[in-house]
């Protein structure tokens, strides 16, 4: 399975944008993905996860109530709306394919990974 993160790009603070994740094979779109996000100097991090049908999602704390994270009809994209971007939003986004058709906040939960794509916020 490949995966391929679009979206990413240079906004103010306060904007918007929407991340797209696509997978190479229908495999995914019976398991659960995730997005992950790194800042410069900083460890990866959980951001959000979606559960194979869409059913189920999570988020982390920093992100609640300003990010989406949604799948699209063939379920094998994912998609993060990113609203209220702050300037600590600034990493470069990964989308990840879970094992299974559930998935947390564990990195382990993720054994695909697509290349990342950056999103820069300006104050």
């Known amino acids: 399975v490949q995966l391929q993160a679009s979206g990413g790009g240079l906004v103010q603070a306060g904007g918007s944008l929407r991340l797209s994740c696509s997978a190479s094979?229908?495999?995914?779109?019976?398991?659960?993905m995730g997005w992950f996000r790194q800042a410069p100097g900083k460890e990866r991090v959980f951001v959000a996860t979606?559960?194979?049908?869409?059913?189920?999602?999570n988020y982390a704390d920093s992100v609640k109530a300003r990010f989406t994270i949604s799948k699209g009809n063939s379920r094998n994209t994912v998609y993060l709306q990113m609203n209220s971007l702050k300037p600590e939003d600034t990493a470069v986004y990964y989308c990840?394919?879970?094992?299974?058709?559930?998935?947390?906040?564990?990195?382990?939960?993720?054994?695909?990974w697509g290349q990342g794509t950056l999103v820069t916020v300006s104050s």
């Open positions: 979606i559960s194979w049908n869409g059913g189920v999602t």
């Open positions: 094979k229908r495999t995914s779109s019976n398991n659960g």
């Open positions: 990840a394919s879970a094992r299974g058709a559930f998935a947390t906040a564990h990195q382990g939960d993720y054994n695909y």
